[in-house]
């Protein structure tokens, strides 16, 4: 973008400033930045965009009219434009203790058809980002440190969805993966610590990944929606099992409601 200078045939700044706007607008559609990503100081993105200041500044202006944009002490942000419509769900689903089944029952087919779009839209750059978290994913598992495995099972799922080329996807399942981050929808941390569950969540997202990669689709849409459904009965599973550990616990804590034989 070149904005410097004025004369015959330059753009003017009004003009320069729309079409920064636009450039800016086209990065966050396109998940290129990412809602709560802080752009870089004024001065700094000037001179890496090539424009004056001020047209910049009018253009930022711009987006933050738009929502885009939200400025303050701390910088220039990527607004959380969801975050009307997520924030308020999410104090929803969490009194909701079937909220984590429906989420993923939509999320099956959802998932599955991320992977299938990648599977046919992704660009060397995108496979090259899947290769790379893939490696992330397994050096994670190899220091047996579920945590850091479990974020990076987040992300990978996000690189899919990029690799769909679908924008309202990406937007859509990005804001409901930052809920799943937030453990709104269940625990992470306890999914990849029940015993067996983490090589098994290992296979299947390289199962998907090797779909991906091969730019095979149905292999893609099965692998993911197999991983999903998976994910959905283990968690079935673990409620169960908590059921059943607290039914036990009320057991045992009976003799202090009740007044036995010894205590007459």
């Given at each position: 973008?070149?904005?410097?200078?004025?004369?015959k045939?330059?753009?003017?700044?009004?003009?320069?400033?729309?079409?920064?706007?636009?450039?800016?607008?086209?990065?966050?559609?396109?998940?290129?930045?990412?809602?709560?990503?802080?752009?870089?100081?004024?001065?700094?993105?000037?001179?890496?965009?090539?424009?004056?200041?001020?047209?910049?500044?009018?253009?930022?202006?711009?987006?933050?009219?738009?929502?885009?944009?939200?400025?303050?002490?701390?910088?220039?942000h990527?607004?959380?434009?969801?975050?009307?419509?997520?924030a308020?769900l999410?104090?929803?689903?969490?009194?909701?203790?079937?909220?984590?089944?429906?989420?993923?029952?939509?999320?099956?087919?959802?998932?599955?058809?991320?992977?299938?779009?990648?599977?046919?839209?992704?660009?060397?750059?995108?496979?090259?980002?899947?290769?790379?978290?893939?490696?992330?994913?397994?050096?994670?598992?190899?220091?047996?440190?579920?945590?850091?495995?479990?974020?990076?099972?987040?992300?990978?799922?996000?690189?899919?969805?990029?690799?769909?080329?679908?924008?309202?996807?990406?937007?859509?399942?990005?804001?409901?993966?930052?809920?799943?981050?937030?453990?709104?929808?269940?625990?992470?941390?306890?999914?990849?610590?029940?015993?067996?569950?983490?090589?098994?969540?290992?296979?299947?997202?390289?199962?998907?990944?090797?779909?991906?990669?091969?730019?095979?689709?149905?292999?893609?849409?099965?692998?993911?929606?197999?991983?999903?459904?998976?994910?959905?009965?283990?968690?079935?599973?673990?409620?169960?099992?908590?059921?059943?550990?607290?039914?036990s616990?009320?057991?045992?804590?009976?003799?202090?409601?009740?007044?036995?034989?010894?205590?007459?």
């Open positions: 973008m070149q904005g410097k200078g004025q004369g045939g330059m753009i003017k700044p009004a003009k320069l400033a729309d079409a920064i706007a636009d450039h800016l607008e086209t990065l966050i559609r396109e998940g290129v930045l990412r809602p709560g990503e802080k752009l870089l100081p004024e001065r700094d993105l000037a001179l890496k965009l090539d424009v004056s200041r001020p047209s910049l500044r009018d253009a930022l202006e711009k987006l933050e009219e738009r929502g885009l944009l939200v400025s303050g002490r701390n910088g220039t990527i607004a959380q434009f969801l975050a009307p419509i997520a308020p999410a104090a929803l689903l969490q009194s909701d203790p079937d909220a984590p089944f429906h989420y993923l029952e939509f999320r099956t087919s959802i998932e599955a058809a991320a992977a299938k779009l990648a599977a046919q839209r992704a660009t060397d750059l995108d496979r090259k980002a899947i290769r790379a978290l893939a490696q992330r994913m397994r050096d994670a598992h190899g220091k047996d440190d579920p945590s850091e495995e479990a974020d990076v099972d987040a992300q990978l799922h996000l690189a899919f969805y990029e690799a769909a080329h679908n924008t309202v996807m990406l937007h859509i399942m990005g804001a409901l993966s930052e809920m799943l981050r937030n453990d709104v929808f269940y625990n992470r941390d306890r999914l990849y610590t029940r015993p067996g569950v983490r090589d098994l969540l290992l296979e299947q997202h390289l199962a998907i990944v090797d779909a991906v990669l091969a730019g095979d689709a149905e292999a893609a849409h099965a692998a993911a929606e197999a991983h999903v459904m998976f994910t959905l009965h283990t968690l079935r599973e673990i409620r169960e099992d908590d059921t059943r550990l607290e039914a616990l009320r057991r045992i804590g009976r003799t202090d409601l009740i007044e036995t034989t010894e205590r007459a």
